[in-house]
């Protein structure tokens, strides 16, 4: 059965291969940088996209190298020019994964790039990273102008069914990790999978090992505790006191955007007018994967399922995990809304426009916050997800931009 499912996830293709593969047809123009938490299939979007591919090209990883070795870009891209020479081809192609563990590896790319640019050397490059923030950082500082962006994602509910033929409230349950598909008929071994190979892997490379970190024990606990809180909205202050060793509120806030920047962990922010109001708002906490919060939650499955006061909360991570992922990739901009007791989930904002979202599944809760929240900001329009309103799973299968 595992390895029925790893063949579905090789042969299944994300639709930024199509991407990747126009991008990659157009002259020498842009570097290409693939980016994405660990574990999405970045590195297999690219493997697919080789199998296809007439281009002679040399396709490699840092992750074995030393940080200071530097030298090590300069070696494979002379590899390359070698392949792409020998061949006679008119174009070859470079292709360098997990570029960002290797110090100074923002200049010693541009070096590369512009001294082919000056030789008129036809070398195409795909750069592939899941330390976000650092490579967004040695981007923008040394390679602007240089490079596009493919943002890749945590698998949606329509992936997983394409892919693993996941069922809507399995993918509620146990996210969009494809890695993990082959596992939940092991509830136990799924869950330490997520847990030390998923979780703790991007802690400790992604963050630990690339960031300063003066209390790394500080940064688990808040990601574990943000788990347990998703969906809910809490202030720095008050979660300092389940914390040991807690520090200050600032750096809570500077550890959440380390999280967040892997894929982790979000804080959304209060919708409001004033943009500083806003920034300065108490966070509601909100998983990047629904597996984040399952792998912290008590019960079983089925247990959950049967149990409408839990699943609901289960049920509206998932729809914002679905509308984490419209906002990182660019489509909405998402924040919720709270003015006393009235509460709006989720509120969209795209081109001047603005949506709330109420999600609802199990119990019904009364409708004071939508019509509190209707005379307040006067919306375009507010959707109700799950009883009652539009069903939660063919929300999850929505583009969100189509509700605008």
């Known amino acids: 059965m595992l390895n029925a499912l790893s063949k579905l996830f090789f042969v299944y293709e994300k639709p930024e291969i199509e991407l990747l593969t126009s991008r990659l047809a157009e002259p020498r123009r842009f570097m290409q940088v693939i980016l994405g938490p660990r574990q999405v299939g970045k590195t297999t979007l690219v493997r697919q996209y080789l199998t296809k591919s007439t281009l002679p090209a040399h396709a490699t990883a840092a992750a074995a190298v030393p940080s200071v070795n530097a030298a090590w870009i300069e070696q494979q891209w002379e590899t390359a020019r070698f392949r792409l020479r ?11 994964d997990e570029i960002q563990k290797l110090d100074n590896w923002a200049e010693v790319v541009k070096a590369q790039w512009d001294r082919d640019a000056f030789e008129g050397t036809p070398l195409k490059v795909v750069l592939l990273g899941s330390a976000r923030l650092l490579l967004q950082q040695g981007l923008s ?16 509910l329509a992936e997983m069914e394409a892919a693993f033929g996941f069922t809507p409230e399995q993918f509620v349950w146990f996210g969009g ?3 993990t598909a082959a596992l939940v008929a092991d509830e136990d071994r ?15 490379k992604d963050i630990l090992m690339l960031t300063r970190i003066a209390k790394p024990a500080l940064l688990r606990r808040l990601f574990e505790l943000g788990c347990q809180y998703s969906g809910q909205i809490l202030s720095y202050t008050k979660l300092l006191g389940q914390l040991q060793d807690a520090g200050n509120t600032t750096t ?28 300065a708002s108490v966070p509601k906490w909100q998983v990047q994967n629904a597996a984040f919060l399952t792998a912290y939650a008590p019960g079983t499955f089925a247990e959950v399922r049967a149990r409408p006061d839990r699943w609901e909360r289960h049920v509206e991570t998932a729809v914002g995990v679905h509308l984490v992922r419209a906002a990182r990739l660019g489509h909405v901009a998402l924040s919720y809304w709270r003015d006393g007791a009235d509460e709006v989930d989720f509120v969209l904002q795209r081109g001047g426009r603005v949506v709330g979202v109420e999600v609802k599944s199990g119990r019904l809760r009364g409708a004071a916050g939508i019509q509190a929240f209707k005379r307040a900001v006067q919306p375009d329009k507010v959707l109700l997800v799950g009883t009652g309103g539009i069903p939660y799973e063919e929300f999850l299968r929505a583009d969100v931009r189509a509700f605008f």
């Open 177 to 179: 990790y494809p890695g």
């Open 252 to 279: 809570l806030a500077h550890y959440l955007r380390l999280l967040d920047s892997a894929g982790l962990l979000t804080g959304l922010d209060k919708f409001a007018a004033d943009a500083a109001r806003q920034r």
């Open 86 to 96: 020998s061949s006679g081809a008119d174009e070859g192609l470079l292709v360098l």
């Open 190 to 204: 799924w869950r330490d999978y997520v847990l030390h190979s998923l979780v703790e892997t991007t802690l400790s």
């Open 141 to 156: 500082e040394s390679l602007a102008g240089r490079f596009e962006v493919i943002q890749l994602t945590h698998w949606t």
